[in-house]
């Protein structure tokens, strides 16, 4: 599969990504567990080695189910997980914000089960969130 580099550190990426929020809702009924894992180790196995996920998703199942799908190829693929700063968390200062980004990270590391993540981004739920 070709592979494209995106971002400041030039991270290597399949021209084709692994979007894995269908894993667990989204489009209609998920597959169940195992289905979901032979699917993410297919997409592997297709030459696919970007998949992204989201704590959002499913509220933080997906990672769970995403972290233990890719375990066994983790080193060799570029995992993204998104996250979202909501309007009840105290953010009005920096030292706050990147409090708040620093917990959720962890969060996301742990339902990952993995101690890094290659592309972190966050969504804005509106423009108040600051």
Known sequence: MKKRKIGAARLEVSAVGY????????????PDKNEAIRLMK?????????????????????EELV??????????????????????????TIPQLMKAVET???????????DYIDLYYQLLLSDETF
Do not use: W
């Open 42 to 62: 297919q997409v592997y196995e297709l030459g696919c080695n970007f998949f992204d996920t989201a704590e959002g998703y499913s509220a933080g199942a997906n």
């Open 104 to 114: 959720h990270l962890d969060a996301s590391l742990k339902r990952l089960n993995t």
């Open 67 to 92: 972290g233990e799908g890719i375990a066994p190829f983790r080193q060799e693929i570029i995992l993204a997980t998104k996250f979202v700063i909501h309007p009840d968390e105290e953010v009005s």
């Open 19 to 30: 979007g894995c929020m269908g894993l667990s809702h989204g489009y209609g009924e998920a």
